[in-house]
């Protein structure tokens, strides 16, 4: 397909004060982030239930311990982005943290992308994860498109869906109440027997 018949790169919705903007660039995500390399790696046995620094590793859950150890604390300025090159899990990281065994990348954003719009962005489309095996050289190689940072609308894109976020991780623990409440309510409700 030659340069002409490409379609322009512009979504089908955009907030109102970006609908003249430029259409939207792309480029391979490796040209648009850095890794960064941890001072130490914390072995599962080190995981502590409660400490000063949350420890991310590649499961599905945002924080898998704690830890007090300051040294094995990513220095590296934030956010970030955790992924698991095993799980595909993508996880966005705007506190201090340790990271938790292997098989991690930690992408910081290059100064044409916002780590927040990033986030997002590879959220929208997710890697299906293939057997155990490493996805980071399959997730290096997509293809991200994103307006001009300059211009406002990647940071207006991430506030909006973070927002949302927000809203469903408040609903999600007013649901757990619910379940919980329900469920005390029949064992008060109901007889057991003996």
Request: proline share 6%; hydrophobic share 35%; net charge neutral.
């Amino acid at each position: 397909m030659s340069e002409k018949e490409k379609s322009p790169l512009v979504p089908r919705l955009r907030f109102p004060e970006f609908r003249e903007a430029a259409e939207w660039g792309s480029e391979k995500l490796e040209q648009l982030i850095t890794t960064v390399s941890p001072p130490s790696k914390l072995q599962s046995s080190s995981y502590r239930m409660q400490g000063k620094f949350p420890i991310i590793d590649q499961s599905q859950e945002l924080i898998c311990g704690w830890t007090d150890d300051e040294s094995a604390v990513i220095t590296e300025s934030l956010p970030l982005i955790v992924f698991g090159d095993h799980t595909c899990a993508l996880k966005f990281v705007d506190k201090p943290f340790a990271q938790g065994a292997d098989g991690i990348k930690i992408l910081k954003a290059k100064s044409a992308i916002s780590a927040e719009y990033l986030f997002h962005s590879l959220s929208h489309r997710p890697l299906a994860m293939e057997d155990y095996k490493r996805h980071f050289s399959i997730l290096k190689e997509r293809e991200v498109v994103f307006p001009n940072i300059k211009s406002g609308e990647q940071q207006k894109i991430a506030d909006c869906l973070s927002s949302l976020d927000e809203l469903i991780t408040a609903e999600t623990r007013k649901l757990d109440t619910l379940k919980a409440h329900k469920k005390g309510l029949m064992q008060q409700l109901f007889p057991r027997e003996g």
